[in-house]
């Protein structure tokens, strides 16, 4: 997995726009509210909803929040039904993309997508035309600022606790496990200490495209057009963009 820092890069810059508090917590709530549909209530029983309860807790989601989300999929409160879409294309300079939504009209989203990529040099291709490129892997990040330990003793621990790789960067311990395994190496971690910046089941680009300064502002155009679409709940992609060109256009 060597570079995938690169892609953090992006997260990075993600999170700090993602200070939007209303529209976050409204797609967290969906991502608690098909998993608790898909799995059942009881977060003990179903990992999928632990993990969407764990990022909701991570943004400093209320409680309330999290359990109105949980009730409305169980039945105990009425909801909108929404249905879960996976959209694949590809941006300026042919950066591979892929879009989760969460949605209850389908043909909306499908034309927002679609306007999004069309508007940014990009455009919307078949299921399966990109999703190749990309690992579903889980992700945990530790602040290096936030712990003593030392990359050896860290990556010890790592090893202990189940992860398949780690890397490491000037700022952070970047440890990726297999989905299946991600909550037990993720309580493992935990129960040692440690605190995560960012805790998440996500797609890990298996291979990057570069762009030059004009291309990544396109890009990022197009990411942040996608991202402020309220049926969209992620955005995944492959773009490797200079740090120096991220924080110009920052």
Same mark, same amino acid.
């Given at each position: 997995?060597?570079?995938?820092?690169?892609?953090?890069?992006?997260?990075?810059?993600?999170?700090?726009?993602?200070? %939007?508090?209303?529209?976050?917590?409204?797609?967290?709530?969906?991502?608690?509210?098909?998993?608790?549909?898909?799995?059942?209530?009881?977060?003990?029983?179903?990992?999928?909803?632990?993990?969407?309860?764990?990022?909701?807790?991570?943004?400093?989601?209320?409680?309330?929040?999290?359990?109105?989300?949980?009730?409305?999929?169980?039945?105990?409160?009425?909801?909108?039904?929404?249905?879960?879409?996976?959209?694949?294309?590809?941006?300026?300079?042919?950066?591979?993309?892929?879009?989760?939504?969460?949605?209850?009209?389908?043909?909306?989203?499908?034309?927002?997508?679609?306007?999004?990529?069309?508007?940014?040099?990009?455009?919307?291709?078949?299921?399966?035309?990109?999703?190749?490129?990309?690992?579903?892997?889980?992700?945990?990040?530790?602040?290096?600022?936030?712990?003593?330990?030392?990359?050896?003793?860290?990556?010890?621990?790592?090893?202990?606790?189940?992860?398949?790789?780690?890397?490491?960067?000037?700022?952070?311990?970047?440890?990726?496990?297999?989905?299946?395994?991600?909550?037990?190496? %993720?309580?493992?971690?935990?129960?040692?200490?440690?605190?995560?910046?960012?805790?998440?089941?996500?797609?890990?680009?298996?291979?990057?495209?570069?762009?030059?300064?004009?291309?990544?502002?396109?890009?990022? %155009?197009?990411?942040?057009?996608?991202?402020?679409?309220?049926?969209?709940?992620?955005?995944?992609?492959?773009?490797?963009?200079?740090?120096?060109?991220?924080?110009?256009?920052?």
């Amino acid at each position: 997995m060597a570079g995938h820092s690169k892609w953090s890069n992006i997260k990075r810059r993600k999170g700090a726009q993602d200070a %939007k508090r209303g529209k976050l917590f409204m797609k967290l709530a969906r991502e608690i509210f098909m998993a608790a549909r898909q799995g059942g209530g009881d977060p003990e029983m179903n990992p999928n909803l632990r993990l969407a309860v764990d990022k909701a807790k991570s943004n400093n989601m209320p409680n309330e929040n999290i359990d109105r989300a949980i009730k409305k999929a169980t039945g105990d409160l009425e909801g909108v039904n929404y249905e879960e879409y996976t959209y694949e294309g590809y941006g300026p300079g042919g950066v591979a993309v892929m879009v989760k939504v969460l949605t209850d009209n389908k043909n909306r989203t499908a034309a927002d997508v679609r306007h999004a990529f069309n508007k940014n040099d990009g455009n919307l291709g078949e299921n399966g035309c990109v999703s190749f490129m990309f690992d579903r892997k889980g992700y945990l990040v530790v602040d290096r600022g936030e712990t003593e330990v030392d990359e050896e003793e860290m990556m010890l621990e790592v090893i202990e606790a189940g992860a398949e790789e780690m890397e490491t960067t000037e700022d952070q311990f970047e440890i990726y496990a297999e989905p299946e395994t991600f909550s037990e190496v %993720k309580a493992s971690l935990e129960k040692s200490g440690y605190s995560f910046v960012t805790s998440e089941v996500t797609m890990i680009p298996e291979t990057y495209t570069p762009l030059d300064e004009e291309g990544v502002e396109k890009m990022l %155009k197009l990411i942040d057009m996608l991202e402020d679409n309220d049926d969209v709940q992620e955005v995944y992609h492959n773009l490797d963009a200079d740090e120096a060109i991220l924080e110009k256009l920052s």
